[in-house]
């Protein structure tokens, strides 16, 4: 008969520093990718409008 930690699969220790990495390390850096990515396209939409109140232009801008 299989004992109680081979069928949950995991120990204690394992579930919890699953746990830490999972909340404390992934979860964080893909919250900061997340916020430099809008922070740069927020930069970029800057640029453009800038660039359009002074009439100049990018060379990127689309036509619609």
Known sequence: ????EMILGLSAFSS???L???FFVIFPL???ALITVA???GLG????NQAY???TST????VV
Do not use: C, K, S, Y
């Open 16 to 18: 919890t520093f699953g």
């Open 53 to 55: 109140a002074d009439g």
């Open 45 to 48: 939409e800057r640029a453009e």
């Open 30 to 32: 893909l919250v900061q």
């Open 1 to 4: 008969m299989l004992g109680r």
């Open 39 to 41: 922070i740069a396209q």
């Open 59 to 62: 060379g990127d801008d689309e």
């Open 20 to 22: 830490v990495v999972i």
